[in-house]
């Protein structure tokens, strides 16, 4: 029965090795599932899934192995293609809708699996196929009051289950950050290199050259190896980010706490960046941005984070900054095309959702800078491409 579990795991993809499939059999033998399906359940979790977004994929698994469930089979690609362009949808007055037959689930469920072996061309408006428009309880677009949905967008509100391909978009990977979260995403950016006096102890060259020693034992010294990675953190403060400032702040909070970065700094602006950058925006402690771009070299990797969103005339215009009172002299756009020319290393990070990004001056910095959302996939994503050269 266990090693059904284990070979179910790595059906559904999840990465699952044998050392941590043989700490399972440890913590069973020495009793802490304590003969307990839940505590089993919670237990094996613990040890072999090792990021949330594979939860899913572990619980039919579990469902599979210890529920007798069965696995759903996957939609043909044929099927789905077929699905793309549905014919208008059928609308039937409410008795000649009560005329239509109705299954359970489990028979649906049945019946689904048939019609996906069976069926070998595109079929619309009819009564039994998987179609578009019709009456078949598979498909969509159509008019039965109780099928299964697969493809299309829905909205007529009768399907009572959706089946197809898992294109949703995992929810344990795109929730609010937190601190710890942000900080695992941020260490991959870790580039060590060998610097400074040889005071640290090499075991493996120690053992090795004592080896060859004939037993006399010979210490050998090398350089610690330390993280070169420079980090600078550019965010958009005030106004429309304002809903999103605790995620910022968490943001901010983690990198401030790595540690390992050989150089971390911080600066504020507001909508977008000018001649000025902020060390408090609060206090209105600035810096001149072309100092900036002066003092620091450009192997820095820049993370810059806001919304992007603002009047076309603050990023395209001279003296377009939103603040009455502050005038620059070279339109915005124009400080960003800098950053991004000095700087060999850049990414944005945007918390508005991505169907959002179609406003002008989004539309515009995401040409500037590789864009990415502000989520754990988006912050992933963006340390990645922070490790490529631009």
Known sequence: MFLDFFYTLRQLKVPVSVTEWMTLMDALGRGHAQSSL????????????????????????FAH?????????DVRD??????????????????ELEKLKRWDLDQLREELEKRMQEQ??????????????????????????????????GGGGHAIQI????????????VTLDVRQIKVALKKLRQFAKEGPEDELDVDATIDKTCREAGEIELVFTRARKNKVKVLLLMDS??????????????FS???????????????FHNCIYQDIYKDIYTSEAEPTAGLLKNLDGDYKVILVGDAYMAPSELFSAGGAIDYFYHNDTPGLEWLRRIADHFRYCVWLNPLPQRAWIHPTIRTISQTFPMFPLTLDGVEDAVKALMVRH
């Not at 839940?38 to 949330?52: D, G, N, Q």
């Not at 005030?238 to 943001?251: E, F, H, I, Q, T």
């Not at 983690?254 to 504020?268: E, I, N, P, V």
């Open 38 to 61: 839940t505590s089993f359940y919670y237990l094996a979790r613990a040890i072999l899934i090792k990021s949330e977004a594979f939860y899913d994929q572990y619980d039919q698994a």
């Open 65 to 73: 192995v210890f529920r007798n469930a069965t696995l759903p089979a």
């Open 78 to 95: 044929e099927i789905l293609q077929w699905l793309e362009d549905p014919i208008n949808q059928l609308k039937l007055p409410p008795e």
């Open 120 to 153: 070998t061309e595109r079929h619309d408006g009819g009564g039994r196929w998987i179609g578009t428009g019709g009456t078949s309880p598979f498909g969509h677009s159509g008019a039965h009051p109780a099928g299964i949905r697969i493809g299309g967008t």
């Open 163 to 174: 089946a197809s391909k898992r294109l949703f978009r995992n929810y344990r990977t795109d």
């Open 238 to 251: 005030g106004g429309s980010m304002s809903p999103y400032a605790r995620l910022v702040d968490r943001l």
């Open 254 to 268: 983690a990198a401030h706490q790595m540690s390992h970065f050989r150089d971390f700094k911080a600066y504020y």
